[in-house]
Each structure stands twice: as structure tokens, then as C-alpha cells.
């Protein structure tokens, strides 16, 4: 065979995949666009990028080095924005400190993690007593701080966030290393066991910034972002980047908002605003803002929301679509950077009902440009495309974990066989969309056939007198299993819920023929809530050690 | 320093950039969309996919392996698309040939580039018949025909290419390999000497594909590409792959329309009844189009234009403007894959005036992502940005060529202190906006000041009895250089034009201290036609060659 690698003369610039190579567009093109913290700090991304090489300088100084971990408790901000350029960009790795876990398990990432600096948001200051004097790594605790005294602490700070930004220098020359190169790592919650950690490279995230605005900006109509879009993320940025929209926000230039503390009032003020349009989130907080009477008030018919983390129901859409916001689902897991799929309408969806077009928008959507995704039968062969045939996702993509962190034997459970596997089943249908219908081991198997329980809770949630419902499998000596709902009965309801009434609703289901029959083996348990997971998804992992022990 | 690249667990995919993958996702996501050639035979993408394995297996039963160059010489079609995908795929190099070049230049060329199998459309017969006996390396001829009889030819063919295929396997495994393997060449034209070959690898045109499509979906408005677009293209597919964008329009899972060879009436009845909607051609071919009756009875006002290539005429662009079409100009060179700029609108020019709206159409342009752009002095510092100071535009990006095909000498001058050289002078305005004033050789020394030939041209096309001009530095004692316009006076103009007229009209401009007053100096000479290159650009080495030696 002839060589065929291409030839590059001595002189040519190999142009490395790294994260500083994302602002270089926007701070020509767009670099007096406002980046805005909470409504009331405003900076140019001029200024930005001026605080992005402090913040490099100041933590060189800190004796931060290529290779080093810094890690970061905060809400959303400035702030995380700019650790999220300038800590990679000098070759350390960014830790983002999943806040929501107890302090034991922070107490492990930090650890596991190695972190050397550690930016802390005051407010989080009691969780970092409750471990003071057992963390063993960190050399650097920096202080984040928006106003007001500093609680009281043990830690020993080597300085102020701002302060530390103001006395450093705007000099800063990035240096150019290995694509490669390790720029992020984070831990995924809600399974068995200690966290996992997950780690992305400087390669994939500016390839999982490219691929997803490949996805994100080409509908012709429906849910597309595009630069004159004002984006606020209403996924944490500790939970895998913010699902990397920070970074796609950046490279397109676009007007930011970074809200702090989630609090409805103040994320629907933010919205009204300064006029966000976009922004990502779980089904629970959708839920949330909903809730409050200031969504009735304020205009949010230019609102785009992605869904992702957990299955959006179809009321809830149903509910949103009314107000004019444009919703759909992402899905992805830490695992993945994380997107994978968007559930985009085809144009001419447009024209459907409304309840059509949120059965599907409620879909796990099309894969994005790169992602190889397959629904594969247990022996790796794909099912067919037919919206009714389940196989678990598995799927390649250039940004995709190679592995847990120091954890080689699920590293080899993940990539068995050469394709990450998801634990997710799901249908794919002729028109390309992916519709996921279970989690592997949601899977309830009552003799012999495959019950979803995510199929079972949509239809108890269609029962007036149901306020939130879980579906696990109780195992049973004659049927192997049974599912068992856990009903939160709804606030407010006419008439007590009976176990009987809602096994006549099921039934009524079952004779329409619309759910297998094995449905009158349902069990039904009355609780006063659903145990949920740091990041608000149903904790079944929970459910099962609470309720069927 | 700790060790930072990533770990890769010893199951998990490294997922290398290959131009295999651009097709997974429009399969899924649009399986049926149509790639139409010359408006009567139409396929789908699955068949588009098919006919791509089996154009793999047929090349691969004719002996093709990796490393193995296929060249191909045909107008633009369905079948050069699917070289655009099966050559690189199986690993092997797609020379596409210049088929403007004289015989000898393209003899040179199939013989620069070791092409091994030449695949060639009918019409070129004659081409072949002139340099036949004289070409080395081809061992397999393939014959592209469309209907009626084959011309005669000494040459003997290996099969046609309908035939192949459908003899050919369905079943070809495209494999994995280095990103880094070469996947097309070309040789670029319209300088002294030879040609010169320049090369890209898969990274490379995957990494073209994602940068360009970010810049070119992201607008709000003016100038997007989206996925209800139907793109045509009208810069040749042999001409730097035509400007990237079938590789763009196929990942997006468009409608495509191949219209052969380009005939002004035949693309305008294309685009009315395919509705094409997306397009890129060079200044001249525009100019074609809207000299044609036909522009004038059919709808163009949802025709968006990417123009190159040459720098586009304000009177051009308000020409077609008053048309509907969106056109904006597109920078880039067959050395870098090639866009680098786009000139798109900020929302708020969207309510200037036409005449404001078409000075910045024909820019030069806003970097695309990831495109590390300076317009910079002799000694490599960056201009200001005020759109005055006048530099060369050096560049970085994922994309350029690595060097020129076997030529150590041009490949160094080219990556001169590690930027790639475009020898083309511009400014930078505060906005961002690149603009170029002219080639660095084309630049006219005045008595120690520079002149802008383009400049010079454009305010010479404001006289009402110029057609076409073109200006160039004659040496001179005195001055150094003088400025001389070679005029081609307008047709049909009422009175003969004088150099006189010609030289009060440059005063005029002087007068009004819009241009130097250098510009006295000019001298005219009228001739018949100026000397364009192969690609229409003006061909200022012919010309100084005629009228200076």
C-alpha cells in the first residue's frame, strides 16, 4: 500500500481540537455581546475573555499546573463560564462538583478525583465543615462570593475569586498541547455504588460543540438556535456542562445568562427580562415554573426549551406548547458529553395537531451528525425500524467517555463489545426517530414478556386522582414479576383514590387492547412521595431497597 | 506533570473523523430525500448509499486499493457525489480534475497525481485524444455517459460506469483508518509555472464540513442554510470540492440537484422547478444568469447565493437584490478546502438601505468557528481594526492544506512562519469584517504608496462606457510603478470613450479625497477582452505577460 497519512511540510501549522479554539470567532465577529450574571453583572465578551486569562494567571499562580485538577462548587455563573475556558485552556482539568450529592459522596469525588484547587461558592461552605479535615488533596481553597458577610468556616482560603482576578495578570498566552488531553471530569449519580467518574477531552467537547449545533441550528422552523438567540441554562453547569451548551452559546456568540441558585420567580424574571430564548431542563423543574402564577404573566411564546434527564410527559408538553414555548427532547447521559438525539419535528409536522406533535416532541429524537446509534437485539443485531420492535441503544459518537475513571472493570462493562451501551431500550421507527421505552433494568418481565414500566406510568399518570407514580418490578414466585405502582395520590383530589379504581382505569387500557393484559397483575402501593435522584429523576434504585426488602 | 491525555479503555471505540460518518445521520433522519441529476433522474439517499457500496465494490474488482488515486473528470452529477464519497471511503485518493485546464496542464496533472484509475465522462473524449499515448500511470479507464452514441476514441475502457455498479455488490464494509488519510487532491491554477496539487485528508474535510455548516446555520435570517433548503451547486465539483458544500448538503440530509454542465437557461429552469433555494457560484456565472430573459419571469427571491471565487461588484449584488436573492459573499482559496469567511448580515444591518446592505455583502467576511484569521503587517503584527490599515490575511484552521503535492519549496513559502499565506491584502473593521483590497501582487507601488488595483476597478466600473477592467502595475522609472487599466469599453455605448473621460473621472474620485491622488498617474489602454483564468477569475500574470513585456 502507498502511504497515504498526508504529508505536512515542516513549516505547516497542525491545528489542534482545543477548547481555546472556540472563542476565536465570537471575540472577532461578536465582542461586545453581554454575558450577564444574575441580572445584575454584565460583561462584554471583550471582558470575558480579559477575566479568562486572569483567571488563568491567577491560578498559575496558585502553583496550577498542565495536568492538575480544579475543581468548582458554584451555581450558575460568570464565574463557572470562565472556568470552564480557562481551566482547560492551561491544560488542568476542570472537576465539576455535583452540589446535590451528600457530603460523604463529595467528600469521594474529590478525592477519587484528585482535585488540587478547590473554587468554592460560600453558600456551600457547611458542606465542606461537615468533611473539614479529611480531604487530603486539595493544596488551594479559592472563595467564590456575590454579597453579603462570609459565613463563618474553618477553611483557610488563599484568596477571593475577584480579588485573586483583579491583582493577576491579562497576559496569558495559551499554550497548544495534545487534543487529547483531558479537559473535564464529573461524576454520574443516581446507579449502585459510589459515583462513577466520566472524562472528556479537549477533542471531544469542541467536536460534541460542533455536532450539536450541526443538529441544533438547521431546522428550517422548529426549535433551532441561532444567533440572535439569548441563552440561559437551566441545567446545572455541574451536571455534564450544562449538557455543553455553554460551550456552543460561546462559539456562536451569543447573549448569555447564567441565573445563580435556580428559583422559579427569579428564572422567570430573568426570562421576561432579558428576554431569554433558549434555554435546556429536566421535566421536574418545566414543572416547577409552570407552577408559579408569574408563567401566566409573562410572554414566553419565544421561549425554546430543550427536555432531557428524564421522559417528558405528554401533558406537561401539552401544557407548555399552550404557552407558546417550543419544547423537545434531548437525550444523552453523562456518559455522553451528553447529547445524543434531538426530537425535532419534520416540517411538515408543523401542521399536526398539538397533540400529535407532542407525542413527538416527547420521543428521544434523531441521532445528530456523527452519532452512530444502533437499537440492537441482546446478540448485537439491529431490530427493525418499525416503532415497535425494543433493542437497547448502544451507539459510537467522537464524544463519547472512553471509560469510568480508575475503574477498569466498568469501563469494560460500558464498551462491551466496542459500543457504549446505554441501558436504555427503545424502538426506532421509519422515519428515524428513536423512542426510548425503558430503562434495561426497568424492564419489568412478567412470565416471560417484557412489561415497560415507563409505558405503565404514563397511562396511571393519565388518572385524574394520580399526582406522580413509579413502576417497579416486585418479584413474585408464580409470574416472576409483578409491577408494583407507587402512587403519590393528587393534592386536592374530589375523592380518596382506591387501589380498585385504578386497577379499573388499567383495565379499561388493556381491554382497548392499547397494553398487554398481563396489566391486571399490577399492585398498587399509596405513598407520600417518589424518592428522586441529585439530579430529579425517579431513584428506582431507591424504591427497590425501600419497598421491596 | 501528571499524565493527561485521556485512558482509553481497552473495549471503547476511538472514533477517527472519516467521511463515512457524515452519512450516518442523514440516513436515518431523511432515508428518502431526493438527489436529482439535471432534473430527470432522481434517487433516493438509501439508493445514493447503495449506489455508493457498489460503486466501492465495482472500483475495488477493478484493483483499487488504499493509497490508490481516482480520478475523476465529469460536469457536476449524482455520480461525481458519489466519488465524493466511495474514493475516499475505501481509502483511496479522489483526484478531481480541472477539466478547464489546457491538455497539457491536465496531463500534467493525472501524471503529478499517479492517478491510477481515471473515470471520464464523454464528452472529455477529445480531451483524452490529444495527450493519449502520453499518460503513464492510468491503468483503468471508466466511461461516464448520459445517452445517445459514444464518440469514437483510441481509448479503451475497463466498463461504464451504470454497468459496474450494477454488476457490482451491495455488500461492501467500508473499514475504519487514520483520520489522517489523504482523501482528495486538486491542483490549483491561475499562477505562473505548473500547477500545483494541494491535498486534504478526512479529518480534515469532516472538520471543514462542521466548521462551515456552524457559520453558515446559525444566522437568524439573512443567508441560512436549513434542512428545508434544496441546493444546487454552480462552482464546479472539481473545483475544491465545490466549495465543501456537497459534503455539507449530504450530512444535512438536503435535497440535491446536480445539474451537469452548467448552461445559463438550463440552471435557471433547474432552480424553478426543483426550487432550489441554495447555491455558490463566482461572480461571472451570476452575471450569466441575470443577462438571461429567462432570471426575469421566474421567482428568485428564495434563491440564496453564496458568491466567490472574485471579488463581487456592488452593481452585481444590487442587481440581483432587486431580484429577492440573498447573496453574500464567501473567502476562501483552493489551498484552504476552502471557506473561511462568509460575509452574513448583523440583524441590525437587515434595515439599512440596499446600497448599504450590498457594500457589506461584498466583504470578504466574518471568520468562520474555529478559523484563527489575521490580517497582519510585514512583520507579523496583527493591524488595527478600523478598517483602514492594510495587511495580509495569514490564517489557521483545521482545514488547509499541509502543504503543495511533492513541491518542498512552495510548500515552505506557503506556511512561512507556521500561518498559511493567502497573499491577499485586507483590512479588519471594528465589526469584525474582513475585506480584502487586493492580492499582495497586485498591489501598485506608487512613489512608496500602495495602490489598490481593486480599488482602482471598482471606481472605473462607475464610468458609464466601461464594460470590463482590470488594472495593473507598470514599471516606471520615475514611480516606480504607474497604475495602467486595460478597459473594455461597454457595448452599445452612446460615444466612443476616451482616456480623457476616463482620466476626469478618476480626478473626480481624487477631488473628493476618495481615492489617492496618485491617481493621476493612471494610464489607459483600451482593449477587445481581458484574460480570465479557468475559474473566470482575471488572469493579472496573462495580462501582465501581454501588455507589459
Redesign the interface.
Given at each position: 500500500?502507498?502511504?497515504?497519512?498526508?504529508?505536512?511540510?515542516?513549516?505547516?501549522?497542525?491545528?489542534p481540537?482545543l477548547i481555546k479554539?472556540?472563542l476565536?470567532?465570537p471575540l472577532?465577529?461578536?465582542?461586545d455581546q453581554e454575558i450577564v450574571y444574575r441580572g445584575d453583572r454584565r460583561f462584554s465578551y471583550r471582558e470575558f475573555a480579559e477575566r479568562v486569562r486572569r483567571l488563568a494567571s491567577a491560578l498559575t499562580s496558585l502553583g496550577v499546573?498542565?495536568?492538575?485538577t480544579v475543581a468548582v462548587m458554584d451555581w450558575d455563573s460568570h464565574r463557572y463560564l470562565e472556568c470552564f475556558f480557562a481551566v482547560p485552556m492551561i491544560?488542568a482539568?476542570l472537576h465539576t462538583i455535583n452540589v446535590r450529592l451528600s457530603p460523604e459522596q463529595i467528600l469521594y469525588t474529590i478525592d477519587h478525583a484528585e482535585d488540587d484547587v478547590l473554587l468554592l461558592n460560600s453558600e456551600f461552605l457547611p458542606i465542606l465543615d461537615q468533611i473539614r479535615g479529611r480531604i487530603d488533596t486539595v493544596k488551594d481553597y479559592v472563595l467564590l462570593h456575590d454579597d453579603g458577610p462570609v459565613p463563618d468556616s474553618h477553611l483557610t482560603f488563599s484568596g477571593e475569586y475577584e480579588s485573586l482576578l483583579a491583582a493577576a495578570s491579562t497576559d496569558y498566552l495559551f499554550p497548544d498541547f495534545?487534543e487529547?488531553?483531558?479537559a473535564t471530569t464529573f461524576y454520574t449519580t443516581g446507579t449502585t455504588g459510589f459515583p462513577k467518574g466520566v472524562?472528556?477531552?479537549h477533542r471531544?467537547l469542541?467536536?460534541h460543540t460542533?455536532?450539536v449545533?450541526?443538529?441544533l441550528?438547521?431546522?428550517?422552523v422548529q426549535g433551532?438556535?441561532?444567533?440572535?438567540d439569548v441563552y440561559m441554562p437551566i441545567t446545572p453547569m455541574f451536571h455534564v456542562h450544562a449538557w455543553g451548551l455553554p460551550y456552543i452559546a460561546t462559539?456562536?456568540g451569543l447573549k448569555q445568562v447564567y441565573p445563580g441558585r435556580y428559583m422559579p420567580d427569579h428564572l422567570l424574571e430573568l426570562i421576561d427580562r432579558e428576554k431569554v430564548t433558549f434555554s435546556h431542563c429536566v421535566p421536574t423543574i418545566l414543572h416547577m415554573l409552570l407552577k408559579s402564577p408569574l408563567s401566566r404573566t409573562i410572554d414566553l411564546s419565544r421561549w425554546k426549551v430543550i427536555i432531557g434527564g428524564a421522559v417528558m410527559t405528554r401533558a406537561l408538553c401539552l401544557e407548555a406548547m399552550q404557552l407558546g414555548i417550543d419544547l423537545f427532547t434531548g437525550y444523552g447521559m453523562s456518559e455522553t458529553c451528553p447529547i445524543l438525539t434531538l426530537a425535532h419535528l419534520k416540517?411538515e409536522m408543523l401542521d399536526e395537531s398539538p397533540e400529535v406533535q407532542a407525542d413527538i416532541r416527547c420521543k428521544t429524537g434523531?441521532?445528530?451528525?456523527?452519532?452512530?446509534?444502533r437499537v440492537v437485539s441482546d446478540g448485537m443485531e439491529n431490530v427493525s425500524r418499525d416503532g415497535r420492535s425494543t433493542g437497547e441503544i448502544v451507539v459510537?459518537?467522537?464524544w463519547?467517555t472512553?471509560?469510568y475513571l480508575k475503574d477498569?472493570k466498568n469501563?469494560?462493562k460500558?464498551?462491551?463489545?466496542?459500543?457504549?451501551h446505554t441501558n436504555d431500550v427503545a424502538t426506532?421507527d421509519h422515519?428515524?426517530y428513536v423512542k426510548i421505552t425503558d430503562r434495561t433494568k426497568d424492564v419489568i418481565k412478567v412470565a416471560g414478556e417484557w412489561l415497560s414500566s415507563l409505558e405503565l406510568e404514563d397511562i396511571l399518570l393519565h388518572h385524574p386522582a394520580v399526582g406522580e407514580v413509579a413502576v417497579i418490578g416486585q418479584p413474585d414466585e408464580k409470574w416472576g414479576e409483578r409491577p408494583l405502582a407507587l402512587v403519590v395520590p393528587k393534592a386536592g383530589a374530589t375523592a380518596p383514590v382506591t387501589e380498585k379504581a385504578i386497577l379499573l382505569h388499567m383495565r379499561g387500557y388493556a381491554d382497548k387492547g392499547l397494553i398487554s393484559k398481563q396489566v391486571v397483575l399490577l399492585r398498587v402501593r399509596f405513598v407520600e412521595a417518589i424518592d428522586k435522584t441529585s439530579v430529579g429523576k425517579i431513584n428506582k434504585v431507591a424504591l427497590r431497597e425501600k419497598y421491596l426488602a
Open positions: 500500500m502507498k502511504d497515504s497519512l498526508i504529508q505536512s511540510t515542516d513549516s505547516a501549522y497542525s491545528y481540537l479554539n472556540l476565536q470567532a472577532v465577529s461578536a465582542p499546573k498542565a495536568g492538575d491544560g482539568v495534545d487529547n488531553t483531558r472524562y472528556f477531552s471531544q469542541v467536536l460542533l455536532g449545533l450541526a443538529a441550528s438547521t431546522p428550517a433551532r438556535l441561532h444567533r440572535d462559539t456562536m416540517p434523531l441521532p445528530l451528525p456523527l452519532v452512530d446509534l459510537r459518537a467522537p463519547l472512553q471509560g477498569h469501563s469494560e460500558l464498551w462491551e463489545g466496542g459500543y457504549l426506532i422515519q428515524g
